[in-house]
């Protein structure tokens, strides 16, 4: 069982910055595959961003590909999201997701193949 709490979510004018913070409990974290999703009012969840458990590999949507950068820190049971040059399309409720794999170099872009999510911190964009 992997809990997950977000934080660093706020308020911030287009062109600014926002690292956003996951923390997990349990003592296997870095055998977690980690991803970060998003959701638009009125949209469905959208992949954002994910980071194999070895951290080697990572996956980017198209629309935050150059402006966002996942990380992890093992040590700290923590994952990242550097997001840089934000748009006031980048508003959204960010939800970290974690899951449990044997494949240290994977990184995971399907919502369904995810076990735990947490509960979200909203990201507020204003032109």
């Known amino acids: 069982q992997v809990q997950l709490v977000e934080s660093g979510g706020g308020l911030v004018q287009a062109g600014g910055s926002l690292r956003l913070s996951c923390a997990a409990s349990?003592?296997?974290?870095?055998?977690?595959?980690m991803g970060w999703f998003r959701q638009a009012p009125g949209k469905e969840r959208e992949f954002g961003a994910a980071?194999?458990?070895?951290?080697?590999?990572?996956n980017y949507a198209d629309s935050v590909k150059g402006r966002f950068t996942i990380s992890r820190d093992n040590a700290k049971n923590t994952v990242y999201l550097q997001m840089n040059s934000l748009k006031p399309e980048d508003t959204a409720v960010y939800y970290c997701?974690?899951?449990?794999?044997?494949?240290?170099?994977?990184?995971?872009?399907?919502?369904?193949?995810?076990?735990?999510w947490g509960q979200g911190t909203q990201v507020t964009v204003s032109s």
């Open positions: 349990g003592r296997t974290f870095s055998r977690y595959a």
């Open positions: 980071i194999s458990w070895s951290g080697g590999n990572t």
């Open positions: 997701a974690a899951k449990s794999t044997p494949w240290g170099t994977r990184a995971y872009v399907a919502e369904g193949e995810y076990d735990y």
